[in-house]
């Protein structure tokens, strides 16, 4: 394990310093990371435009709503054997 302490920064670099139990040469470095922009929408033609369809598929029934169905059919059980 390599102790690093930061000694000082200037407008563009820190410094750091470290002391090592035996010889090893070594550079911490960073690149600006670009800006990367979203491209711009292309343009569809007609033709395509009246193949595209707007229908939503239809959602699958929730777990929530699967497991508060089954709660109450084990509840709807055990009510009618206790009376039974």
Request: hydrophobic share 40%.
């Amino acid at each position: 394990m390599l102790t690093t302490t930061r000694d000082s920064q200037d407008t563009t670099y820190y410094y750091y310093s470290a002391e090592s139990l035996g010889f090893s040469t070594f550079a911490i470095t960073a690149e600006e990371v670009p800006v990367v922009t979203a491209p711009l929408e292309e343009e569809v033609p007609e033709e395509a435009e009246e193949n595209v369809t707007t229908e939503l598929p239809e959602e699958a029934p929730s777990n929530t709503t699967l497991i508060v169905t089954l709660v109450a059919v084990i509840i709807v059980f055990i009510v009618v054997g206790y009376f039974v």
